[in-house]
């Protein structure tokens, strides 16, 4: 009788290790579907992210003068919320979007003073921000000596009428090689995660096709850009808008 009640409570004792071998095994699982479940939300909150993020800045070759960029720079020297940068650039993108696709001949004619009057102005306050924050003892960045020599290149612009009417069409075109390949490459990555890519496929084409057109007679295509230039300015302030925004990158 003794050996049998051993041999019950060696098989009890078993069936109890049992259980909590299962136990453990069930609770091992559970937490790693929660861990597949948090992760596969994680990453689907970041392609919804990387989606919003993309739109408005398919076609700056220099990220600094992006949508997004201008918001940021917006935000942070005039103090004002996020959101209302937002607003604000989007109005302001919109209302010179219009005016270069309405009236790109008499935009044309001034294109010496506007461009080199902008880049003046950028150089100046570039300028001065870099010498308050003594910019120029980092040699790992040039915004100091940069800034003069942009402010240079302005003032020859300005004077120069009848080269800059070529200078000017030939860069943009260069520039918007490069913007129509930034175009391409956010349609490519779009393509891989299952989203709409129609929008940057088109935008790449206009690009290439003008910026080849301005790269083969810029004087003749200058106005042709102008209008382009004014649409995707329009197109900009419009995805700036953060309802319009969210409702794209959900597409």
């Known amino acids: 009788m003794a050996e049998e ?3 019950e409570i060696q098989l009890a004792e078993a069936e109890e ?3 909590v071998v299962e136990e453990a095994a069930a609770v091992v699982e559970e937490a790693a579907a929660e861990e597949h479940r948090l992760v596969g939300s994680d990453i689907e909150e970041a392609h919804s992210e990387l989606a919003a993020s993309d739109i408005g800045a398919y076609g700056d070759i220099i990220e600094g003068f992006s949508v997004e960029a201008n918001v940021r720079k917006v935000s942070t020297y005039i103090k004002l919320p996020e959101k209302v940068a937002k607003y604000i650039l989007a109005v302001l993108y919109l209302a010179v979007g219009v ?3 309405a009236i790109p001949e008499r935009i044309e004619t001034a294109l010496p003073y506007i461009v080199g009057g902008a880049m003046a102005a950028v150089a100046i306050t570039q300028f001065i921000f870099a010498i308050i ?3 120029y003892r980092d040699t790992h960045t040039n915004k100091t000596a940069g800034s003069l020599i942009v402010l240079g290149l302005s003032v020859m612009i300005i004077i120069e009428h009848q080269w800059a009417h070529t200078f000017i069409p030939i860069v943009w075109g260069v520039i918007g090689l490069f913007e129509g390949a930034h175009a391409f490459n956010h349609a490519i990555s779009r393509i891989s995660r299952g989203m709409r890519s129609a929008y940057y496929i088109i935008k790449g084409i206009i690009e290439v096709v003008v910026a ?3 790269l083969y007679e ?3 295509y200058g106005e042709l850009h102008i209008i382009v230039f004014g649409v995707s300015l329009m197109l900009d302030g ?3 808008l953060p309802f319009v925004k969210n409702f794209v990158a959900k597409r």
């Open 5 to 7: 009640e051993r041999e």
């Open 17 to 19: 290790e049992v259980a």
């Open 99 to 101: 005016l270069c696709a």
């Open 133 to 135: 924050k003594k910019e």
């Open 212 to 214: 080849f057109l301005l």
């Open 218 to 220: 810029p004087e003749q």
């Open 238 to 240: 419009i995805t700036t």
